[in-house]
């Protein structure tokens, strides 16, 4: 039985060019690159659970900046410093994010000006509210961890 052929179990011939040497199929995608595009969905869903919180607080931020109610509240000699504590932190609920309040600081007649403003002005800039926005990343290994991010409201 040894060199007969089988019809049904036959080995394919190799491919040739225009003579006997073979050649390699050129048609192929190679198999790197169907394994990363077939791993593409796992990486774009990985890199929205890691992230989303932190773009969450971004755009609150970049919103919060251009909010005109912020700006004529903050502009109003009579606001209380807790009005605009609350006002930032009901904008920032709104997009899910928690800002405990102790992490706003209104620029204003507060208990806490003498010192805490000083400190922010030096770590943050100047301006009239400072908030700290906390930007949460979950991370595969290492688990979730919180860059906070000083925003300052001119």
């Known amino acids: 039985m ?3 052929s089988n019809p049904l179990f036959s080995e394919p011939e190799p491919r040739t060019s225009t ?3 073979p050649t390699t199929d050129q048609g192929l995608i190679p198999r790197k690159p169907r394994v990363r595009w077939w791993l593409a969905p796992l990486w774009a869903t990985a890199l929205y659970v890691s992230t989303h919180q932190a773009a969450k607080a971004g ?3 970049a919103l919060l900046l251009q909010d005109p109610d912020l700006t004529s509240l903050l502009s109003k000699p009579q606001t209380i410093a807790l009005d605009g504590q609350r006002f930032i932190q009901r904008h920032f609920l709104s997009y ?3 800002i405990p309040l102790e992490d706003i600081v209104i620029r204003g007649v507060t208990s806490v000006e003498p010192t805490i403003v000083p400190l922010m002005e030096q770590s943050c800039g100047e301006g009239q509210a400072y908030v700290w926005v906390p930007l949460r990343f979950q991370l595969p290994v290492v688990g979730e961890k919180v ?5 300052v409201k001119a």
Do not use: D
């Open 147 to 151: 860059l906070e991010w000083c925003l």
């Open 96 to 98: 899910g994010v928690y």
């Open 19 to 21: 003579g006997n040497s």
């Open 59 to 61: 755009i609150a931020s």
């Open 2 to 4: 040894m060199g007969e």
